[in-house]
Structures are given as C-alpha cells and as structure tokens.
C-alpha cells in the first residue's frame, strides 16, 4: 500500500504504517489506528499523527438528489480536522454515531486536541 502524509514533517517509516494500518478500524473513508488516522483516496492512503490534529469535530451535510420521480434527501457525515500546519482536512464516515467514536478515539490519543465545533468570531 503507498502511504502519503498529509503534513510534509509528519513521515513515519513504511513498516510502522503498515502494521497500523492492518489493524486500523474502518470508520467509512476515515480509518483509525493507533498511530495515525488514515484517510483512503484515490491515489493510496494518506496519513495523520494523532500529535498533529489541534482540533476536531463532526460536520454534517444535507444532500438533495433529484430523481426521475422526486427529490431525495440524505445526510452526510464528516470529520473535520483541523492540523498544526493551519490546514483543515476532512472524511468522509458512515454516520453520527461513527463520527462520534472518531472524535473520541481523536480525544483518547491526542489529549491536546479540542473537540468539537466552535463558532469563528
């Protein structure tokens, strides 16, 4: 598996990764290990240090899919974190309450990091 970090300083060895990863909880696009949080894309598996993340929360989005027939609508869920580069990323998980276990595990790693969403002034 090719794994890219998300932050330039955060690399860590292949063989680290991959252990982690093997054993990594699958959360939808998001996957927790106890390293790093991985998020899968296209071009492989990119990967965050729990030590990185400042702050994290859940997103929620409303989604309106229009069909032959009607209009459909659905949520979609993401956590959102924010990184010590300045920079958010996001993935997306299957619901509220998987998002809700990613924070936790977030918080249960990186004691550091706010959780939850805050309004910006």
Not at 20 to 32: I, P, T
Not at 62 to 71: F, I
Request: aromatic share 10%; glycine share 6%; hydrophobic share 40%.
């Amino acid at each position: 598996m090719k794994f890219k970090p998300e932050l330039t300083g955060a690399v860590l060895p292949a063989e680290v990764l991959e252990q982690d990863y093997a054993q990594a909880r699958s959360m939808g696009k998001v996957y927790l290990g106890e390293v790093c949080l991985y998020l899968r894309k296209f071009s492989g598996v990119s990967y965050l240090p729990y030590s990185q993340i400042t702050r994290a929360w859940l997103r929620q989005e409303e989604v309106k899919a229009r069909m032959c027939c009607a209009t459909a609508n659905f949520d979609q869920f993401y956590v959102v974190l924010a990184c010590a580069d300045g920079q958010e990323r996001r993935g997306q998980v299957l619901d509220k309450p998987t998002g809700q276990q990613c924070l936790d595990h977030i918080a249960a790693r990186n004691p550091k990091a706010a959780i939850g969403y805050v309004k910006p002034v």
